[in-house]
């Protein structure tokens, strides 16, 4: 009789362990700085009930797989599945969303902000001569190694280059980091809102953007080697 009894406690505690595993139960963050819509259905057709702020963190009750996609613009789109949170009413599509460590808050300028290029592993500065009609001019290189991705910042005859490597991102958590270092906060009679770089053209394998002020040649280059480079210049 013991022997049964314990057998059947057992079987009832794997059967709890399956059923505990069966339920998703993984952590997400909003990384849209616009927020994401909560739908009331899985499908961009129905209703919004509410909004979820960058930052948000939601727990991920259940996964609906779709090939529905959020247009950019012409030639570009973000693809996603649909995300039931737990003790939310609705649903989310995963563009706007992470399952990666984002640090989100205001940076120097006091904008919200996106990070997701994880902890500075290393850095370093050098300074080449570069030989032109006019003379040797100095040009100089800064780098930044993140788990993520290398930001690399050269400065060169009054004018400098940005650019970031990413790694291990997809193409909507790199557009919306993109979209968080080059959008600005933009006050009007209105209050304030926040713009964002302005699609023009998919070309390739290369995205690219209208920036703002002295913002120059931004864009978003697609890797054969899964990587991702954002890059854009500035001249005073």
Do not use: R
Not at 16 to 42: C, E, F, H, R, W
Not at 135 to 144: C, L
């Amino acid at each position: 009789m013991k022997k049964i009894l314990t057998l059947l406690i057992l079987i009832a505690y794997y059967q709890d362990g399956i059923s505990q595993k069966d339920t998703t139960s993984d952590q997400l963050t909003v990384i849209n700085i616009l927020g994401a819509k909560v739908y009331a259905q899985p499908n961009f057709d129905s209703k919004t009930s509410t909004e979820l702020k960058v930052g948000e963190k939601i727990v991920v009750e259940k996964i609906i797989p779709s090939n529905d996609q959020i247009e950019i613009g012409n030639g570009f789109a973000l693809s996603g599945d649909w995300i039931k949170p737990m003790e939310i009413s609705g649903f989310v599509f995963s563009s706007d969303l992470t399952d990666k460590n984002a640090e989100i808050g205001p940076n120097k300028y006091g904008q919200i902000n996106v990070d997701l290029k994880g902890n500075l592993i290393d850095e370093k500065e050098e300074e080449k001569k570069i030989k032109t009609e006019n003379g040797v001019f100095p040009k100089y290189f800064e780098y930044k190694y993140y788990e993520n991705g290398t930001y690399t910042y050269k400065s060169w005859d009054g004018c400098f280059d940005h650019i970031t490597e990413y790694k291990n991102l997809t193409i909507s958590e790199v557009y919306h980091q993109m979209v968080s270092d080059y959008g600005i906060n933009m006050s009007d009679i209105n209050g304030t809102s926040f713009w964002i770089p302005i699609f023009k053209e998919k070309s390739g394998n290369f995205i690219k953007f209208e920036g703002e002020g002295a913002t120059q040649d931004l864009k978003i280059e697609l890797k054969e080697n899964g990587n991702i480079i954002v890059s854009s210049y500035d001249c005073t």
